[in-house]
């Protein structure tokens, strides 16, 4: 369960971030979108936690 909640939360912190990276690309531009459930997916971790 560890280790599952500690790629969890180090994809959604990259998910957090990378919106921010100077870039165009749709690799980085697709994590503007899901705002809601990207929310709703880190209270899971953290409550995991």
């Known amino acids: 369960m560890y280790i599952t909640l500690l790629i969890a939360s180090i994809f959604l912190l990259f998910t957090t971030l990378a919106p921010h990276l100077p870039g165009k690309h749709w690799l980085i531009r697709v ?8 929310f709703l997916l880190i209270l899971l971790c953290i409550t995991g936690w």
């Open 31 to 38: 994590w503007e979108f899901p705002r809601l459930q990207l």
